[in-house]
């Protein structure tokens, strides 16, 4: 997709209330691969409203927000239980082909 890029984002927040609604919030934004990282494919724009909102949602003493960027979708490879969920070994699909229960999109590598 021009235009669009890949990102981990990885959080340590340690008040209770505010881990959850980061973790609701990215969970709208992207896919959760572990407890606390979470896959986004986005733009410039989405990425700076994504970094905005993280920091309005967190404290800057207390957590950890990081995001790290990937090259493509070709540079992303995951396996176990965590993986069930988003890849079909009976379907050859590309990153966007499917969707979810809600209408959002899903990823799959194969």
């Known amino acids: 997709m021009a235009g ?3 990102h981990l ?7 209770k209330r505010r881990l959850q609604k980061v973790h609701r919030y ?3 934004e992207g896919i959760a691969l572990q ?3 979470f896959l986004i494919e986005v733009t410039k724009q989405e990425y700076a409203d994504i970094t905005d909102s993280l920091l309005n949602l967190t404290c800057r003493k207390e957590d950890d ?6 090259q493509s979708e070709d ?3 995951m396996a176990g239980r965590a993986t069930d969920y988003w890849i079909r070994p009976d379907k050859k699909t590309k990153p966007g082909k499917q969707k ?3 209408g959002k999109r899903l990823w799959f590598w194969q």
């Open 4 to 6: 669009k890029s890949w």
């Open 9 to 15: 984002v990885a959080y340590d927040v340690s008040d």
């Open 26 to 28: 990215l969970k709208q």
């Open 35 to 37: 407890y606390s990282v």
């Open 65 to 70: 927000v990081r995001f790290y960027p990937c």
């Open 75 to 77: 540079h992303i490879w």
């Open 100 to 102: 979810n229960r809600e």
